[in-house]
């Protein structure tokens, strides 16, 4: 299910409201992100971006994983193998994408990774429950955009089929629900949501940097 497809006439406002967060400041908003989900996309910038998603989300223990061990609650759990999965993925287009393209100011760009992967497990973890839904909400709700980038990837370094559908926009709306349901902070949890599109706009403007960078 899309992102879109999450939201109907009884959604709640606060997941609502995430959405709103998602698609205007999220991944599919960026115009690099954007010019990846094209048939004409270059495979070096594919496989850049594949490289990248797996140093930030493809390693254990992610944002999932380090939101349910601080908090432990059902959805979380869920989320945590629906995202195992998504690293199964990622890691498939790794070996299938080869070696990173040759680019200026490779040390620098291992470092940001490093930072993105550390703040959002650190948020993952935070003691404001809300925070920590808020990254994992959010991270489901992106995923939607990320996703049309892996399958054009998959489908570039001949692994077609290789995305399987997901059910993370469902995940996303039972977050919502439980941090309703517990009284949880809005404030956290949109701070949350932020933080993490936040590290995502700078993701796809660091690879749009890269790709830039390679054709100069």
Sequence with gaps: MGLNAAISPDTPPLLERLADLVRT?????????????????????????????????????????????????????????????ERGSLSRLVAAAGPLPSTSGQAATEAALVGQRHALRVLASSDRAGCAVGVVA????????????????????????????????????QAVASA??????????????????????GLWSLLEARASARQA
Excluded: K, M
Excluded at 61 to 81: I, N
């Design 25 to 85: 400041d999220g991944t599919a908003a960026h115009p690099h992100a954007a010019r990846l989900t094209s048939p004409s996309a270059s495979r070096r910038d594919l496989a850049d971006a594949v490289h990248a998603l797996c140093a930030v989300h493809g390693t254990l223990p992610g944002v999932a994983d380090e939101a349910r061990r601080r908090y432990g609650d059902s959805w979380l759990t869920a989320a945590a193998a629906a995202f195992a999965a």
């Design 138 to 173: 959010a991270l489901a709700l992106d995923w939607a955009a990320i996703r049309p980038i892996l399958a054009n990837a998959a489908a570039g370094f001949g692994l077609t089929g290789d995305v399987l559908p997901s059910d993370l926009a469902e995940i996303a709306e």
């Design 180 to 201: 309703i349901a517990a009284g949880t902070s809005e404030r956290a949890l949109v701070f949350g949501a932020n933080q993490l599109l936040a590290q995502h706009r």
